[in-house]
T-cell receptor, first 111, second 110 residues
């Protein structure tokens, strides 16, 4: 079945560590997005990519990095520069000008 | 970036009642999307709107793309307990980034 898969579902990070969240889609979608969601809040855009080897910062890109080496994959790295990384992270993908589909999310907790 | 204002922030209704929520923007969009999110899960698409003035239904859900392209509403008729969740609107302009409202948290009392 086609879909978008995020892993892991739960992730624990120690202070000062970098961690990478995986997002893979087999929908042949061009664009991919990363959002952050805090409790009781909406979705804030971190990064998005419209084509391979190209990506743009969203509203809260500081402390995060991404890559888009393959159409199917858009991993997000939460670096040690992100001072408050505990949140629910959502990845989405979409074709041109059509609706976006979301993964199941990754809950990151700093311990 | 473009801002979406979604209201109301939360709603507490009785089972069987109708629900209405809306989103407004300072910028125009080419696409309006409505999603529902259950706790700990990713949002699931409910309705997609692609043309100004478009009115689309999906079962008990009806959504409209405002004629000015700066607003959209979602109605849920005859609410049931499984309608509980957070509803988000989202707007897209061409291939630019997709922006979300802050969400409407719906509680349905049996």
């Amino acid at each position: 079945d086609g879909g978008i898969t995020q892993s892991p579902k739960y992730l624990f990070r120690k202070e000062g560590q970098n961690v990478t969240l995986s997002c893979e889609q087999n929908l042949n979608h061009d664009a991919m997005y990363w959002y952050r969601q805090d409790p009781g809040q909406g979705l804030r855009l971190i990064y998005y990519s419209q084509i391979v080897n190209d990506f743009q910062k969203g509203d809260i890109a500081e402390g995060y990095s991404v890559s888009r080496e393959k159409k199917e994959s858009f991993p997000l790295t939460v670096t040690s520069a992100q001072k408050n990384p505990t949140a629910f992270y959502l990845c989405a993908s979409t074709r041109r000008s059509t609706e976006a589909f979301f993964g199941q999310g990754t809950r990151l907790t700093v311990v | 970036g473009q801002q979406l204002n979604q209201s109301p922030q939360s709603m507490f209704i009785q089972e069987g009642e109708d629900v209405s929520m809306n989103c407004t923007s300072s910028s125009i969009f080419n696409t309006w999307l409505w999603y529902k999110q259950d706790p700990g899960e990713g949002p699931v698409l409910l309705i997609a709107l692609y043309k100004a003035g478009e009115l689309t239904s999906n079962g008990r859900l009806t959504a409209q793309f405002g004629i000015t392209r700066k607003d959209s509403f979602l109605n849920i008729s005859a609410s049931i307990p499984s309608d509980v969740g957070i509803y988000f609107c989202a707007g897209r302009y061409n291939n630019n980034d997709m922006r979300f409202g802050a969400g409407t948290r719906l509680t349905v009392k049996p």
